[in-house]
């Protein structure tokens, strides 16, 4: 048995009851293959039995008091998962799907996208079972508050820096931030996504979804082509969705599509971005009111819009929501780029499909890196106690989607597997982990 069939297999017997995370690792694990090869000091030293263990695990109860008087219990979670190159970085996910192996793939993901921004941040991930859809204000400023009650005993600006993810944005960071202020009494970048009046950096709600048109539309150039006239799909309708689809009308492209879990609109003449932000953002609604501003738009419930002919498809929901046979009708329909703004939102056999029509793709770890990289970004503005422009992050967001773009062309070159930039991202970002965890000996 090869030295990664190895590990996989004790992985696969080590994480029962995990599948996503163990679909995050054997995609990484089959890229890095002709690098481990090259490289016999990773296999001398162990590094992949190392990599794919969380240097720490941290579960807790998190009890909370609802609008009924009635105590409720949620359980909370942040996995620290590899701080070779910064400290832990990662988002906190809110959802009633949330489980050990989610937030674990999650924070396995984190480790290669935060090395790919270039910045010196590790991975991480946390969040909580919590469902903050339907509660009250103060339901969620109960349970935030709760959740940092026990979560700052193991965070800090130079420590772990949590962020949001699906379920998590300005609210939820507002009330995190709070909490940590009035435990530790330390008024310290320990959060990002903050408010712009406490700490927050411009442009960090726009990153991801801008981010992800960035590389986007980096990818097309580099094949001849550009976003403009295209005709894009994209899924969900949250923080990414919304600020892709923002990014993308301004690069001239037609966005038709918008999603949530309970179903999807199709708007044939382009999507009315602030119809969708005020439905999303204002009015924490549902999609579906999408009709009582466009009433020739059509709502459909449940799955769908990948049956919808496009150019460009932008997945910006959650975790295997795009499969096989989606990707199948995709390419049939004459799609010729996609672009992941979810994390892993693709299943494996999606990508296979992709990768073998030699569609342009773009993988979650380097296309959604943008947010995270912001994220950085913010840490930076904290530490020098200053702020930028709008104008100066979003250049420096677009510079360094560009340069991941680049990064991982040239690792797929270098490897002959030329625009194969699934192996290209995992390698570009395993590398400078790796060799930091070297560096730093047996840790
Ligand atoms: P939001 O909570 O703002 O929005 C999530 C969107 O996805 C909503 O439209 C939601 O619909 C939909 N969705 C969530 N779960 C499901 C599900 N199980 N089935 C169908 N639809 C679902 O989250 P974000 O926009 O921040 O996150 C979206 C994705 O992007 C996630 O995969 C996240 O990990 C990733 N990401 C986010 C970054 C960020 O900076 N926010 C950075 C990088 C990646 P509904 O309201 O019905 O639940
Ligand atoms: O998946 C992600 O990269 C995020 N949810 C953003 C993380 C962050 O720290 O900004």
């Not at 969040?127 to 009650?149: H, L, N, W, Y």
């Not at 800090?156 to 909490?179: H, K, N, S």
């Not at 950096?201 to 580099?222: C, D, P, Q, W």
């Not at 009308?249 to 044939?268: C, F, R």
């Amino acid at each position: 048995m090869s030295y990664i069939d190895n590990v996989l297999s004790g992985v696969i017997a080590r994480n029962p009851a995990q599948p996503e995370f163990i679909q995050a690792v054997d995609e990484v694990l089959n890229s890095l293959r002709p690098v481990i090869d090259a490289n016999s000091k990773y296999q001398d030293l162990n590094l992949i039995e190392r990599i794919v263990e969380p240097e720490r695990q941290i579960i807790f109860r998190v009890p909370w008091v609802d609008d009924n008087g009635k105590v409720q219990v949620n359980r909370g979670y942040r996995v620290q998962f590899n701080s070779a190159i910064g400290p832990y970085k990662g988002g906190l996910r809110f959802h009633p799907s949330v489980n050990l192996g989610i937030i674990k793939f999650l924070g396995f993901e984190q480790i290669f996208k935060n090395s790919l921004t270039g910045l010196p941040i590790g991975g991480g991930k946390g969040g909580s079972d919590f469902d903050p859809k339907g509660k009250s204000d103060r339901e969620v400023m109960a349970f935030c508050q709760s959740f940092m009650t026990e979560l700052c005993k193991y965070i800090g600006a130079d420590v772990d820096v949590p962020a949001g993810d699906i379920g998590v944005g300005g609210r939820e960071i507002g009330f995190l931030y709070g909490q940590y202020k009035r435990i530790t009494g330390l008024y310290e970048g320990v959060l990002t996504g903050k408010g712009l009046t406490y700490g927050g950096s411009l442009a960090r709600t726009e990153a991801t979804g801008f981010g992800l048109i960035y590389i986007v539309e980096e990818m097309l150039k580099n094949a001849g082509n550009s976003l403009e006239g295209k005709t894009v799909t994209i899924s969900g309708s949250g923080n990414v969705a919304l600020y892709a689809c923002k990014k993308a009308q301004e690069k001239g492209a037609k966005v038709v599509t918008l999603s949530d879990s309970n179903g999807w609109i199709y708007d044939k003449n382009g999507i009315d971005f602030e119809a969708a932000r005020e439905i999303k953002e204002v009015k924490r609604g549902r999609i579906k009111e999408y009709l009582e501003y466009h009433k020739d738009a059509e709502y459909h419930e449940g799955k769908g819009v990948w049956t919808v002919p496009c150019d460009v498809a932008l997945p910006c929901a959650t975790q295997n929501e795009l499969n096989e046979e989606d990707a199948k009708t995709l390419v049939k329909n004459g799609c010729i780029a996609v672009g992941e703004g979810a994390n892993m939102p693709s299943t494996k056999e999606a990508i296979d499909v992709f990768l073998e029509s030699k569609i342009l793709f773009a993988p979650a770890k380097a296309a959604n890196a943008g947010g995270v990289a912001t994220s950085a970004l913010e840490m930076s503005q904290n530490s020098q106690r200053l702020s930028w422009t709008f104008e100066e992050v979003d250049a420096k967001l677009n510079g360094i989607m560009v340069n991941i773009y680049k990064e991982m062309a040239d690792a797929a070159k270098e490897y002959g597997m030329e625009n194969n930039f699934v192996a290209g991202a995992n390698i570009a970002g395993f590398r400078k982990v790796a060799d930091a965890m070297l560096a730093q000996g047996i840790v």
